[in-house]
């Protein structure tokens, strides 16, 4: 089993980079080894939310460009072993796709389960670079008009990109606000995205806080998000699970 998903976002602020790293986190927990990419050159915040930002030395660009083995530059995490992150330059070089599949042809001799690719939000060039390179699609939005109205041209160009099997995932879902019309209900968005449901996740204030400071939100907490990421970990491994009713 190799799995290469490209986790994208047609705007900022839907939670990409912490659903991220926490449905990797859930992966590792369930025994996978993972490897989590930071796709976004210039932007770049998975180390921070993994907590691992002094262990960066090397990025993406550096294993694809050959300055540096996939085995070197990927950082361990300290807590689950099998959980690896490889982050983004600061600013992207000139790659091409020959590159980038030699990046993941290293990520497959290394006997990676899976790799997670934290695309940019929007349209950067780094979603068409990842997205020949993927074997599956993760689009991630917000229940509201705009976030939505992003995901569908970003769920459109993995389409043109012949990214295969495309999902969605609705972020920080706040019930309040759909009964009182400020945000849409899942069915709407779902239908609007043209995309199938992979899970749907809460909002929860201790993702944000444990992202902050590197903490585990697993670890942290039971229930809410935290429940949400394990169920989409276990829908990713072909387990059959109802969608969380929020």
Do not use: W
């Not at 992207?92 to 993941?104: A, H, T």
């Not at 790799?115 to 390179?133: M, Y």
């Amino acid at each position: 089993m190799f799995k290469v998903i490209l986790v994208a976002s047609g705007k900022g602020g839907t939670g990409k980079t912490s659903l991220t790293a926490n449905v990797g986190t859930a992966l590792a927990e369930r025994g996978h080894r993972v490897l989590t990419i930071d796709a976004d050159s210039g932007l770049r915040n998975l180390d921070i939310v993994l907590g691992l930002s002094d262990s960066i030395v090397f990025s993406f660009a550096d294993v694809a460009q050959g300055v540096a083995p996939l085995e070197r530059a990927a950082a361990p995490h300290p807590v689950f072993p099998g959980m690896y992150l490889l982050t983004a330059p600061g600013s992207l070089p000139p790659l091409s796709r020959e590159q980038i599949s030699s990046l993941m042809d290293q990520a497959r001799e290394m006997k990676f389960e899976y790799v997670l690719i934290d695309g940019p939000a929007g349209l950067a060039p780094e979603i068409r670079l990842f997205a020949q390179a993927a074997t599956q699609g993760l689009v991630v939005t917000m229940p509201d008009q705009a976030s939505v109205r992003g995901a569908e041209r970003v769920a459109r160009i993995l389409e043109k990109e012949n990214v295969v099997r495309i999902r969605m995932i609705v972020n920080r879902v706040r019930p309040a606000l759909i009964r009182h019309g400020v945000m849409g209900n899942i069915d709407d968005t779902m239908d609007m995205v043209g995309l199938p449901l992979l899970g749907v996740v809460p909002e929860d204030e201790d993702v944000i806080a444990c992202g902050s400071s590197g903490q585990c939100l697993l670890h942290a907490k039971k229930g809410g998000a935290s429940t949400a990421f394990r169920n989409i970990a276990q829908r990713l491994d072909g387990i059959r699970l109802p969608i969380m009713r929020i």
